[in-house]
């Protein structure tokens, strides 16, 4: 990867200390993935329905991205990886469902995030999860 260095400034004051600020600007071109929605199976569940789930990932980037992984968590527990495949500009990928099981009555915190450990340069790597 080639970085373009637009502007160093350097500023030392009385030559004891150097402070250096480097701007580099974004890259022309990078994905961003978002977890679009969330779908859950069934609906409206019983208390004792067999639970599956699954997201939809959108590249709302500049640049197609391949192999991102996505994960899913409940109720703060990593459950599941899957890898996806090529998400081209603007498109969706629906990830496999995943059986969650009867959970009985209650409330459980489900979150997907789209490459999880940042192994991917986005536009915005703040809108990973939801």
Do not use: H
């Not at 970085?3 to 974004?26: E, G, K, R």
């Not at 991102?68 to 603007?90: F, Q, T, Y």
């Amino acid at each position: 990867m080639r970085l373009f260095f637009v502007a160093v400034f350097l500023f030392c004051f009385a030559m004891v200390s150097c402070a250096a600020t480097l701007v580099i600007p974004p890259c022309p071109s990078q994905p961003d993935l978002t977890i679009a929605s969330l779908e859950f199976s069934p609906v409206a569940p019983n208390c004792s329905d067999v639970m599956t789930v699954r997201a939809v990932v959108r590249n709302v980037g500049t640049a197609a991205v391949s192999g991102a992984v996505v994960a899913m968590k409940l109720d703060g527990v990593e459950r599941v990886r899957v890898i996806g495949p090529n998400i081209s500009v603007n498109a969706t990928w629906a990830t496999p469902w995943f059986v969650l099981g009867v959970l009985g009555p209650g409330s459980f915190d489900v979150t997907y995030c789209a490459d999880p450990d940042g192994v991917i340069v986005e536009v915005n790597e703040g809108n990973n999860c939801r």
